[in-house]
Structure formats: structure tokens, C-alpha cells
Nanobody, 124 residues
Framework: QVQLVESGGGPVQTGGSLRLSCVAS?????MGWFRQVEGKEREGVAA???????YYTRSVKGRFTISRVHANNTLFLQMDNLKPEDSAVYYC?????????????????????WGQGTQGTVSS
């Protein structure tokens, strides 16, 4: 069982920045960030893989940057130029190893481990 602990959410004004952090209890194949607004499905925002390749959903490209420090199993999400529509609960996620299935760390049904979530609120 991989434990994930997020931190770094909070209130910010439009155009501002937030930096989310997530510490994992062990190394995994991929780690990612998802977000969810009440009443909507949880969506994959960004992911990073063992080969350092990355994924970003279209709406955050050029504004968000995902990175990982392997030495202490820490994942970051730098969020710049934030917009009100970025307001959500942000979840750290991880999947232990690759399989034949797609979507690890970008799709909820293909991702095994989850953090507790941290709220980010962007005011206009």
C-alpha cells in the first residue's frame, strides 16, 4: 500500500500561483495530479512517468509544471497564471507498475493509489 500525503493548496487570486507537493511512501511507476469540482468527474491534470515523460491536460498546458524528486519520492505541481476554473480539490495519485492497460496516472479507473486531496481556490 503506497501512502500519499499532499500539501500546498489554499486561496489565491486570478493570475497567481500555487505549488502543490505530495510525498509518497515508496517509488512508483508514475505519479500524477487529478482535480475534482463538486458534481463533476475527477479529471487527470498532469502526470510523470519513470522515463520522465510527462502528460498535461489541454487546459493547463503552458501554465502548470509537474516534477518529481526521486531521492525522497516527492511530487510537485507548479501552477501559474491560475484562473477561477482551476478551483478544485487536487488529488495526488500513483500507480505502482506499468501494465498493458492505458491511463495510469491520467485516468481514475487505471490509477491505484490516492491522497486525501487539497483544496485550491482561485478568486476573480
Amino acid at each position: 500500500q503506497v501512502q500519499l500525503v499532499e500539501s500546498g493548496g489554499g486561496p489565491v487570486q486570478t493570475g497567481g500561483s500555487l505549488r502543490l507537493s505530495c510525498v509518497a511512501s515508496e517509488e512508483t511507476y508514475c505519479m500524477g495530479w487529478f482535480r475534482q469540482v463538486e458534481g463533476k468527474e475527477r479529471e487527470g491534470v498532469a502526470a510523470i512517468y519513470a522515463d520522465e515523460s510527462t502528460y498535461y491536460t489541454r487546459s493547463v498546458k503552458g501554465r502548470f509544471t509537474i516534477s518529481r524528486v526521486h531521492a525522497n519520492n516527492t511530487l510537485f505541481l507548479q501552477m501559474d497564471n491560475l484562473k477561477p476554473e482551476d478551483s478544485a480539490v487536487y488529488y495526488c495519485a500513483a500507480h505502482p507498475r506499468p501494465t498493458d492497460y492505458d491511463g495510469h496516472c491520467t485516468k481514475t479507473h487505471s490509477t491505484q493509489y490516492w491522497g486525501q486531496g487539497t483544496q485550491g481556490t482561485v478568486s476573480s
